[in-house]
């Protein structure tokens, strides 16, 4: 137990073999997984696989199979919230749907500018106007991610402002490409940009740089967020971390507790994770 949280390693594990090498490995690692998720598995299905963190002697016994089989694990860290703990949570980190994930393609593809972004690898930046957007994407969609952009529809826009949340302002429309009719849409642009999260958050950087030209790396994210208290005194109920992450090199949408209180009462859909202050 640390801090009253329980503290569990999640292990992602794609296995490239057959099922007898995926089964050999999880008998071999039972005695150490997170026992409340053992109760209906008898083999895991390609990955998932919790392993307690508090027992190095599994994760060591995991990565050494491994390692002799010649698989690659991505090993992350999950942390289990009490009940209690969870009522006492300040800040989250918001999640919302990503209609151009499966495409392939950002808002920039569309013709939206940015000013500032790297000309090589297209990090950062400032948007320059409305976002361009294929309408198929966000007819169906009244809060999402268009890459790097969040857009949300004219009644959340309305929500957010009638409870007075602080931090998002919405200047810029969303339009379709072609000209196209569309919903009524706003970008939620955010504008307070945390300090650097804790060097406890466990952040691995990429081998090889996005770019040659630019050497911009990729900031992988392996553990839940974390800040030291203090660095949160000036936040606002939606804020950006300094910290570009994860493949599409966003930076985390880090809200308020009263964010996900409002959201949760008008039935706005989004994922919200707890943010570590320490």
Not at 59 to 64: A, G, H, N, T, W
């Amino acid at each position: 137990m640390k801090g009253g949280m329980v503290m569990i390693r999640k292990t992602a594990v794609t296995i490239i073999g057959t099922k007898d090498i995926q089964t050999e490995i999880f008998e071999q690692i039972k005695p150490y997984l997170y026992e409340p998720e053992l109760k209906n598995m008898s083999v895991p299905d390609f990955g998932n696989l919790r392993l307690i963190l508090e027992d190095q002697t599994g994760v060591d016994l995991f990565m050494r199979i491994c390692d002799e089989k010649g698989l690659h694990p991505r090993v992350t860290q999950w942390v289990k919230y009490t009940a209690a703990e969870k009522k006492k949570v300040e800040y989250y980190s918001m999640h919302v749907s990503d209609p151009l994930e499966l495409e392939g393609t950002n808002a920039a593809s569309y013709g939206t500018q940015y000013e500032g972004r790297c000309e090589y690898c297209g990090l950062g930046g400032r948007l320059a106007g409305d976002v361009l957007v294929d309408r198929k994407f966000v007819r169906k969609h009244k809060i999402g991610c268009l890459y790097p952009d969040i857009y949300v529809s004219a009644e959340i826009k309305a929500i957010i402002e009638g409870e007075g949340l602080t931090g998002v302002s919405f200047e810029h429309r969303v339009r379709d490409y072609k000209g196209r009719e569309l919903p009524e849409l706003y970008v939620m642009s955010i504008h307070n940009v945390l300090p650097p999260m804790s060097d406890a958050t466990w952040l691995i950087e990429d081998v090889d740089p996005w770019n040659k030209e630019c050497g911009h790396h990729t900031l992988f994210l392996h553990s839940d967020v974390q800040y030291e208290r203090e660095k949160l005194s000036g936040a606002k109920d939606f804020n950006l971390s300094k910290e570009y992450v994860n493949n599409y090199r966003m930076q985390e949408i880090i809200v308020s507790a009263r964010v996900r209180e409002v959201f949760k009462k008008h039935k706005i859909y989004a994922g919200f994770f707890p943010v570590a202050l320490l």
